[in-house]
């Protein structure tokens, strides 16, 4: 029996078999032959189809369901990155970019078997939907499983990210302390005109932080969270320089003015008692050796130059005070009572020579007492402890002991006008190295 007859035979027997069916059988039974066939087949591929749509529906939502975790991964790398220069927050970052990587390329696959099938098309086979089904089932499981490294990627980033967090939740504070230090500031610059004050430096000196106020509204996502802790820090710190600054103006202008009174009134009376200086070195000259008074006869012209000096410096402290150029008012200032300081010292001196010139001339054994005792002081303090003296303390406490009894002698051998002076000078010379060694026994040398 040949292959068309066994077909023929077959339709025959099946169609006698159709004969003996209810209707609905006989339908379906009707469907193997002639136009049924091809129904039949046809729903097989639809079957595929709906499988590769559903392989198709899942692997587009393994895709959003990547995407979206990458995209919140992202942020949380950027938060530590941002606020992390450290070596592991460096190598989170290098990881995550590779994992961008593996992202895109599983992404690649996974639009490429979208795009090499479509499922609409009345052409597609069966072959093609059971092709479809595989690629795109692959694609879903590449994804998930890129979607699981990085959640696991994610999960290891914990610790990084509460470091990171911490040094975030630091900048709005700190940038909301350098608005407040430029508020203030402001508050500080408007009293000081207020009062008469231009402040024309520190004004400029507001103004030059406007555009660092500018780059910390911008935010920390824009410049990093560290760069902007630290440059609200540095406003903060220099607006409350100025604020600082801008408070003490007035203040300042008060103290420049009593001090230019006070120092006018202090040349005044300097120049006032210098004239009674040439009185006391005639004093001296006719009382005392020459070597008593020699050093002081330039003292009264010294003295006028060094008023006059004062007095320019005081002129020029007033112009700048009132072009509220402080710093250079106070700095004249200073310079004049130097100036002043030096011409007293030189009009007093005489005055005070001449007084300590008759209190050794009438009674010399007062000084001679008081440098006597100051080395017995001395000798006790060597020799408390010991019975033998250190001669590192002997020998400058004997050689004082010498010098003092050298002056005595020359001042008892000096005639009618013995030279006090030099007797004074070398007692306190002779107190001044007992002094020394003094030092040194406390000090334990």
């Excluded at 059971?130 to 990627?153: I, M, P, Y």
Aim: charge should be neutral; aromatic fraction near 4%; charged fraction near 30%.
């Amino acid at each position: 029996m040949t292959v068309t007859a066994t077909a023929k035979h077959a339709v025959r027997e099946l169609a006698g078999a159709v004969l003996l069916l209810p209707l609905p059988l006989a339908a379906l039974a009707g469907a193997f032959a002639g136009g049924g066939t091809w129904r039949w087949g046809r729903g097989r591929v639809e079957d595929l189809r709906a499988e590769a749509q559903e392989a198709k529906d899942a692997a587009a939502a393994a895709f959003y369901e990547l995407d979206t975790a990458q995209r919140e991964l992202l942020i949380t790398v950027e938060t530590i990155t941002a606020a992390d220069d450290s070596a592991d927050a460096a190598g989170a970052a290098v990881a995550f970019r590779a994992l961008g990587e593996r992202i895109d390329q599983v992404s690649q696959e996974y639009i490429a078997a979208v795009d090499a099938h479509d499922l609409d098309s009345g052409t597609l086979d069966a072959a093609a939907a059971s092709r479809a089904t595989r690629q795109l089932r692959a694609a879903r499981d590449s994804l998930l499983r890129v979607k699981g490294e990085l959640e696991r990627f994610g999960q290891g980033l914990g610790p990084l990210l509460a470091r990171a967090e911490s040094q975030l939740a630091k900048v709005a504070p700190a940038v909301e302390r350098a608005r407040q230090a430029l508020r203030e500031a402001t508050q500080a610059l408007d009293e000081a005109r207020a009062a008469g004050i231009a402040a024309e430096e520190l004004a400029a000196s507001l103004a030059a932080l406007g555009p660092e106020l500018r780059l910390l509204n911008e935010g920390a996502g824009q410049h990093g969270i560290q760069p902007t802790i630290r440059r609200a820090e540095d406003v903060r710190r220099r607006a409350g320089a100025i604020a600082a600054e801008a408070r003490r103006l007035p203040e300042q202008a008060r103290e420049i003015d009593r001090r230019l009174s006070s120092l006018r009134t202090r040349a005044e009376a300097i120049t006032t008692r210098s004239e009674k200086v040439e009185p006391v070195l005639s004093e001296l000259r006719r009382r005392f050796s020459l070597a008593c008074w020699q050093d002081l006869q330039g003292a009264p012209e010294q003295a006028a130059a060094w008023v006059r000096e004062a007095q320019e410096a005081l002129a020029g402290a007033r112009r700048a005070r009132q072009a509220q150029r402080f710093k250079e008012a106070t700095a004249l200032l200073s310079q004049a009572h130097g100036l002043l300081g030096r011409a007293d010292e030189a009009v007093s001196a005489a005055g005070e020579r001449l007084q300590r010139l008759n209190e050794v001339s009438f009674d010399p054994s007062k000084e001679i007492e008081r440098t006597r005792f100051v080395i017995k002081d001395a000798q006790r303090l060597a020799m408390a402890g010991r019975t033998i003296p250190d001669p590192r303390h002997a020998g400058p406490l004997d050689r004082a002991v010498e010098r003092l009894e050298r002056a005595v002698s020359d001042l008892e051998n000096g005639g009618r006008h013995p030279d006090y002076w030099l007797f004074l000078t070398e007692t306190e010379a002779v107190r001044a190295m007992v002094a020394s060694v003094v030092e040194d026994i406390r000090s334990g040398n």
